[in-house]
Nanobody, 127 residues
Framework: QVQLVESGGGLVQAGDSLRLSCAAS????????MGWFRQAPGQEREFVAA???????????YYADSVKGRFTISRDNAKNTVYLQMNSLKPEDTAVYYC?????????????????WGQGTQVTVSS
């Protein structure tokens, strides 16, 4: 069964850090573009960060303006895992965070372009 499983969410205070993990199984995702999205209550799912795949340097990273400089996406292809390091968290970062995989190594901010999604992990940031 091909699946993505997120972990690492929780309740933190403003200014704290969290690291989300997305473990892929059932196939290799080393050549897939991987993304993180989030959805707050009553809002649409929005792009957070993505990482492409490149045989030379492992891939390029892309971020939403709202998280640029605070969040870092990375991947460990040997572990079939993608991470989202979140620093200087703000209450407005509160949302369910989803990991997504696109079976071609080109990133996009459009959620419709991703082929596989995890179940999500809740991140709550208190003020």
């Amino acid at each position: 069964q091909v699946q993505l499983v997120e972990s690492g969410g929780g309740l933190v205070q403003a200014g704290d850090s969290l690291r989300l993990s997305c473990a892929a199984s059932g196939r290799t995702f080393s050549s897939a573009a991987m993304g993180w999205f989030r959805q707050a209550p009553g809002q649409e799912r929005e792009f957070v960060a993505a990482i492409s795949w490149n045989v030379v340097d492992g891939g390029s990273t892309y971020y939403a303006d709202s998280v640029k400089g605070r969040f870092t996406i990375s991947r460990d292809n040997a572990k079939n895992t993608v991470y989202l390091q979140m620093n200087s968290l703000k209450p407005e970062d509160t949302a369910v965070y989803y990991c997504a995989a696109r079976y071609i190594p080109l990133v996009t901010m459009s959620s419709n372009a991703y082929n596989l999604w995890g179940q999500g992990t809740q991140v709550t940031v208190s003020s």
